[in-house]
Every structure is written in structure tokens, then in C-alpha cells.
């Protein structure tokens, strides 16, 4: 059993950044392969950014990829997803979760689930 709780997010102004973080609870953390996903309200929840156990492989969707960066701390039972140039249309609840396969985006495939972590891009 892996508890993931998210913090982090807050209100920004466009162009500007915030790094959420997930800690997770459970000795088996570092086996997990890690992922954050998104909902924008009246949207479904989309893929950002995952990234595999040892941290060595990581995979975003286009819509982030070169702004956003995941990263893990195995010894801290956290995973971080550092979002710069930040936009409006990045306004979402973040979620991150944990998938006992290898890294993947396909949301069903995720084991686990955090509670979410609310972030407000203005213009």
C-alpha cells in the first residue's frame, strides 16, 4: 500500500513557476514508477509527466515538455514536478500517482492516488 499526498500549489501569475511535491508513505517507494496528471475544470484528467523508479527515464506530454521537469528523491519518499513559465491553461488540480510497471501514461494503469493539489495560473 503506497499514501501519496500532494503540496505545492498555489496562485501564480503567468511566466512564473512552482515546484509541487508528493510524499509518499510505504518502504516500497522506490519500486514504484511515479507520474502527476492534471484536471482542468470541466476537462477529464490528462498525462504531464512520468518517470521510472531509479529515476533515469523520464516522459512528458507535448504540452509541458520543455517547461516542466519531474524529478525524485528516493530517500525522501518524494517525487517533485517542477513547472516553470507557467500559463494559464496549466490551471488544474495535480495529482500525482504511483504504477508498480514501468513508466507509462495511461492512467489506468496507476496503482495509487493522491488527493490533489490545486494550481491557479493568472493572466
Known amino acids: 500500500q503506497v499514501q501519496l499526498v500532494e503540496s505545492g500549489g498555489g496562485l501564480v501569475q503567468a511566466g512564473g513557476s512552482l515546484r509541487l511535491s508528493c510524499a509518499a508513505s510505504?518502504?516500497?517507494?522506490?519500486?514504484?514508477?511515479m507520474g502527476w496528471f492534471r484536471q482542468a475544470p470541466g476537462k477529464e484528467r490528462e498525462f504531464v509527466a512520468a518517470?521510472?523508479?531509479?529515476?533515469?527515464?523520464?516522459y512528458y506530454a507535448d504540452s509541458v515538455k520543455g517547461r516542466f521537469t519531474i524529478s525524485r528523491d528516493n530517500a525522501k519518499n518524494t517525487v517533485y514536478l517542477q513547472m516553470n513559465s507557467l500559463k494559464p491553461e496549466d490551471t488544474a488540480v495535480y495529482y500525482c500517482?504511483?504504477?508498480?510497471?514501468?513508466?507509462?501514461?495511461?492512467?489506468?494503469?496507476?496503482?495509487?492516488w493522491g488527493q490533489g493539489t490545486q494550481v491557479t495560473v493568472s493572466s
Open positions: 500517482a504511483a504504477r508498480w510497471r514501468g513508466i507509462g501514461y495511461i492512467q489506468d494503469e496507476y496503482d495509487y
Open positions: 518517470i521510472s523508479w531509479s529515476g533515469s527515464s523520464t
Open positions: 510505504g518502504r516500497t517507494f522506490s519500486s514504484y514508477a
